[in-house]
């Protein structure tokens, strides 16, 4: 089971594509004490009830460093649950419990860092390539650019092993596959791109992604063909999935396995697109402190179970995001259901660019 808590909404940087958007200085709420406790000992309670045998616990937000006592607590919480389920023969002496942090990688130090190598964390980092790349989007509260605030942590990033998340807007374009080569010179050894689908793609932008796609594919299977185990997600993923005749849905989204998201006042969401503290917000699948909304948890299984009719006979629908992925199709059309055309025109392209890397 995988359980993401929305520590915070605030944040110290005003990225361009934020989930939060314009709304993000308004943002404010944090979770408090009992709603962390209450969230890890429900997803716990759930991950038993499925007789899974692990719980992965993210840390998310915002940005979750701004909460790094509640990160602490948030750990020896988990920690003394799960000892405790196994000393009660609830839970089998080889449970796996891990964590993980979503971060911008600005607010890291030593201490922090040392308590991530104890506690064995996977650190996912949001950085978008060099300075003139990163700081197009990525900027802090003042609108300046914020690579200078993370270039100071790069070398103890790369000592770790972190997995690189970076965004593409129409601005990053034309840079995309020099930024990715450039994180990957830099020493890092996992990355993965992703589009900030915003409405506004034509069909020149998508042109000129191929272009750099086509770049990226050529030169992440050359430093594979030279023994380098570069994982580049953006190509990875699609070509993998095809190898091993899976979907999308069951290789990597835990959704599909129960996963929940927690927002800071509690509100249980399917994953991380959906999590908001702000009222009237569809796909609630109930609240910590009152317990799982059965009937709302049903229909994501049932629309998990389902194929969008839109995409009837599509050859590539088990690889593709709009169809796949239920946050993607959430924030591109404002439901799960939903089909962008411009994700539509993104997976054919990028499907196509990598199933020619592999017959070639
Ligand atoms: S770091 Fe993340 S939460 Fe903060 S503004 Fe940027 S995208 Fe939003
Ligand atoms: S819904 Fe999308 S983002 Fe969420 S786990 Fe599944 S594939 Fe990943
Ligand atoms: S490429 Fe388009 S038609 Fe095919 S599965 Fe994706 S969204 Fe549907």
């Not at 970076?166 to 890092?188: I, M």
């Not at 196509?352 to 017959?359: K, M, P, Y």
Request: charge should be neutral; include cysteine.
């Amino acid at each position: 089971m995988n359980l993401v808590l929305c520590l915070t909404e605030q944040c110290n940087l005003r990225c361009t594509y934020c989930y939060y958007k314009e709304s993000q200085a308004a943002r404010q709420t944090v979770m408090d004490d009992a709603t962390l406790e209450q969230s890890i000992k429900i997803a716990l309670e759930r991950t038993l009830f499925f007789k899974q045998f692990y719980l992965n616990i993210t840390f998310f937000g915002g940005e979750p460093l701004l909460r790094k006592e509640t990160i602490y607590k948030g750990v020896g919480i988990a920690k003394a649950l799960v000892a405790e389920a196994i000393d009660s023969g609830r839970a089998e002496p080889n449970f796996k419990l891990q964590f993980a942090v979503n971060t911008n990688g600005t607010l890291f130090d030593d201490e922090f860092f040392d308590f991530c190598e104890r506690e064995k964390f996977r650190i996912f980092l949001s950085l978008d390539g060099p300075k003139h790349h990163h700081d197009i989007a990525r900027r802090t509260v003042n609108g300046n650019g914020s690579f200078s605030s993370i270039e100071k942590n790069i070398p103890r990033f790369l000592k770790y092993g972190v997995l690189v998340l970076s965004t593409v807007t129409q601005a990053h374009v034309n840079t995309l596959f020099e930024s990715v080569k450039w994180l990957h010179e830099q020493g890092f050894q996992s990355i993965t791109t992703s589009v900030d689908f915003d409405g506004k793609w034509t069909s020149e932008d998508f042109d000129k992604l191929a272009l750099q796609y086509q770049k990226m594919a050529l030169y992440w299977k050359e430093c594979r063909q030279k023994g380098d185990k570069f994982f580049l997600g953006t190509i990875q993923d699609k070509i993998k999935i095809a190898l091993i005749n899976s979907r999308y849905r069951l290789y990597s989204c835990h959704v599909y396995n129960g996963a929940i998201g927690v927002a800071t006042n509690g509100n249980i969401f399917p994953c991380t697109r959906f999590i908001t503290s702000q009222k009237d917000t569809p796909y609630v699948q109930g609240n910590v402190f009152t317990g799982f909304d059965e009937e709302a948890c049903g229909k994501i299984r049932e629309f998990l179970d389902s194929d969008k009719k839109e995409c009837d006979g599509c050859d590539i629908r088990y690889r593709c995001c709009a169809h796949e992925c239920a946050c993607t199709s959430y924030y591109t059309t404002g439901s799960i259901e939903g089909v962008a055309p411009e994700v539509c025109t993104h997976e054919r392209m990028l499907t196509e660019i990598c199933d020619r890397l592999v017959a070639y």
